[in-house]
């Protein structure tokens, strides 16, 4: 992470480009096309012209995604690492070539057999996807049975299938028939039964609603997709964290405006999202939108080292995520569909991605929407009751440990402070980028209910917050209350808790820099000052 500059100037130096360079340097010349310095422009130019050769090397239909550059990338790696294995273990219809590398490169022609990967200590697995050609959601759809959707059960050593194409992997099982194997991943049975790969046999495979298929067989369903399936926030995670690395890395002396292109910028002390916008001449939402994939939806966790993507002028940076709609995507940022295809830097156009519905954009592709409006970071909705007077909370936003008390018990409107000291150690009142108060203390402070209501969430936030207690006040208001202590919960999801009760004690989890309680007062969902209450 702390080698952008170097990654650039080592693929600009010469034509020994690695295999694992040549793909982000490609991109970022058709990105960053002006330096400053001379000699950078000139090594410039003779990438170009590699680029050029290397294109024409490897041209190939328009409408494929899953192939083109990606393939010399995969192979180069195959040959620098050893990993890829004969698939041994578990039955398949594909035949695993020995050879992969000399294979593809001798052909040009689509891989069509299956091969595997042992994940690297340090890989990400947007980047092994995009070293393979396909999508990541493929990599889930394709080990799932092994690994499950979550990325977090990816792991260095393990070793997961890599598919030819984009597409799931299925596991026949006993008594399937394939229409109805094909109508679950939403493909016809002539796409599973055409796939070279798969080596199904017409004359011998018998009826399609009981085929000649040993249970145990591993299908290529190629263009096949998981229903019901939605790329995760860890996954985002992953597409922002390969973005930053292949981003240069500048300060605002080093990319002054009117800036071209989208830098990753290194926290330094002291620094603040708003000290940061303010360098840049950026509103700070900009910095926290373009950067919630990393720090979530506070900026709490911002510590010196840390690395944020800096756009060069206020708007978006949308990590696309398989299931999105164009039009719907465009909409929550207040632009058209054709804003967006129409930004260079997001390298799509409306021939290639397709339907709009469901354009072929790999999941984690970030989309640059220069004068977009991200949301604030809504994470409470309304869920009607039988009762007018009572407005039930909806916190699932904030991750799965939402709960709908069945009790009641009203806040009094008398708040009470959330910690012993009014002490704010952190980022002050300041919507929409810092929602609340960052009361200052130590780890195991006590943390008190602000006032009377009922816990609608306790557990683990993935939006930043860590550790997170909501109460709902049943009047409007909500309170939350963010970086508890591992351990720290103090009461739990339903339960009713009268103003002052002892809810938990201060941490440091979630994005966070030290000891503090985040602490936001909500009315109907919009953010409150606290202070206003005299907290
Ligand atoms: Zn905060």
């Known amino acids: 992470m702390t080698k952008h500059n170097e990654e650039t100037t080592g693929n600009l130096s010469g034509a020994d480009l690695s295999s694992e360079e040549l793909l982000p340097s490609k991109k970022k010349n058709k ?28 041209r190939k239909p328009k409408d494929d995604l899953s192939n083109t550059p990606d393939i010399a990338t995969a192979t180069h790696d195959h040959q620098a690492t050893p990993f890829v294995k004969k698939e041994t273990s578990i039955p398949t219809a594909t035949n695993v070539p020995t050879e992969v590398p000399e294979v593809v490169i001798a052909t040009e022609e689509p891989r069509t057999e299956v091969i595997t990967y042992t994940i690297q200590e340090g890989d990400l697995l947007t980047e092994i996807a995009e070293r393979f050609g396909i999508w990541p959601d493929t990599i889930i759809w394709a080990n799932r049975y092994e690994h499950g959707t979550d990325v977090l059960e990816y792991n260095a050593g393990d070793t997961i299938f890599i598919l030819p194409v984009n597409g799931a992997y299925h596991k026949w099982y006993q008594g399937e028939g394939l229409n109805g194997v094909a109508k679950y991943y939403n493909v016809t049975p002539d796409d599973i039964i055409d796939f070279p790969g798969n080596n199904l046999n017409r004359d011998t495979l018998g009826s399609l609603s009981n085929p000649n298929i040993t249970p145990g067989t591993r299908l290529v369903i190629p263009g096949g997709t998981l229903p019901d399936y939605f790329a995760s926030d860890a996954l985002l995670y992953h597409a922002a964290v390969q973005k930053l690395r292949s981003l240069p890395l500048g300060d605002a002396e080093s990319y002054p405006e009117p800036r071209a292109e989208i830098i990753a910028y290194e926290v330094r002390e002291k620094d603040t999202i708003f000290s940061i916008a303010e360098d840049f001449n950026l509103e700070p939402e900009t910095i926290l939108w373009a950067n919630r994939y990393i720090i979530g939806d506070t900026p709490d966790g911002i510590y010196p080292g840390q690395k944020l993507i800096i756009l060069p002028e206020d708007g978006v940076y949308h990590a ?22 129409a930004e260079p830097m997001n390298e799509i156009d409306e021939e290639s991605i397709g ?14 929407i220069p004068g977009g409006k991200g949301m604030t970071p809504s994470w409470v909705s309304y869920v009607p009751t039988n009762d007018p007077s009572v407005k039930r909370a909806d916190v699932s936003y904030l991750g799965p440990y939402a709960c709908q008390s069945m009790l009641v018990l009203k806040g009094t409107g008398a708040w009470q402070l959330p910690t012993p000291s009014s002490y704010i150690s952190g980022y002050e009142y300041n919507p929409p980028v810092h929602n609340g108060l960052d ?11 602000a006032d ?10 993935d939006r930043g917050y860590g550790n997170t207690i909501v109460i709902d006040h049943l009047n409007g208001y909500i309170s939350l209350y963010a970086h508890i202590m591992h351990g720290g919960f103090n009461v739990g999801c339903g339960q009713a808790v009268p103003a002052g009760t002892t809810i938990g004690y201060m941490g440091s989890t979630g994005n966070s820099t030290g000891p503090h309680l985040h602490f936001e007062i909500r009315y109907n969902g919009s953010p409150v000052n606290p202070h206003s209450f005299g907290l």
């Open 31 to 58: 990105k960053k096309p002006f330096y400053k310095e001379p000699v950078l422009l000139a090594v410039i130019g003779l990438l170009l012209v590699a680029g050029i050769l290397l294109g024409i090397w490897l």
């Open 320 to 341: 696309w995520s398989y299931g999105e709609g164009l039009n719907a995507v465009s909409r929550t940022y207040g632009v058209t569909p054709e804003d967006v295809l």
């Open 355 to 368: 339907d709009f519905a469901l354009p072929k954009i790999a999941t984690g592709s970030f989309l640059y």
């Open 439 to 449: 009361y200052g203390g130590t780890i195991g402070t006590p943390l008190f209910a």
């Open 452 to 461: 009377s209501g009922v816990v609608i969430y306790a557990g683990w936030s």
